[in-house]
């Protein structure tokens, strides 16, 4: 198992960008998936965006054109760039590591703590 560790979290007005890191304890070369999550308040945890094989991407409508997902495999990490934020991204943001797409579509994979965005109206 890989420690995660999510940072970047803050609170921002509206329109603003803030740009969320997770480091990996180890290399994340041999991860099959790697992916952010997010958890609004009262809600149901959900997946965001996931990069695949280091270079499929993968985007939620609600984060499309907005959000860019990237990894550094040199520097073991994952980071997530937020763009026009809106207060509806408010929310607890997870990063994740599968080493293989079965562990991905089972939700079964390292997370790390989170890191709280709040989006200001």
């Known amino acids: 198992q890989v420690q995660l560790v999510e940072s970047g979290g803050d609170l921002v007005q509206t329109g603003g960008s803030l740009r969320l890191s997770c480091a990996a304890s180890?290399?994340?070369?041999?991860?099959?998936?790697m992916a952010w999550y997010r958890q609004p308040p009262g809600k149901e945890r959900e997946l965001i965006t996931a990069?695949?094989?280091?270079?499929?991407?993968y985007y939620t409508s609600d984060v499309w054109g907005r959000f860019t997902i990237s990894i550094d495999n040199v520097k073991n990490m994952l980071y997530l760039q937020m763009n026009s934020l809106k207060p509806e991204d408010t929310a607890m943001y997870y990063c994740a590591a599968f080493l293989t797409e079965s562990d991905y579509i089972s939700d079964f994979g390292s997370w790390g703590q989170g890191t709280q965005v709040t989006v200001s109206s």
């Open positions: 180890a290399s994340i070369i041999g991860f099959n998936t």
């Open positions: 990069v695949t094989r280091g270079t499929d991407t």
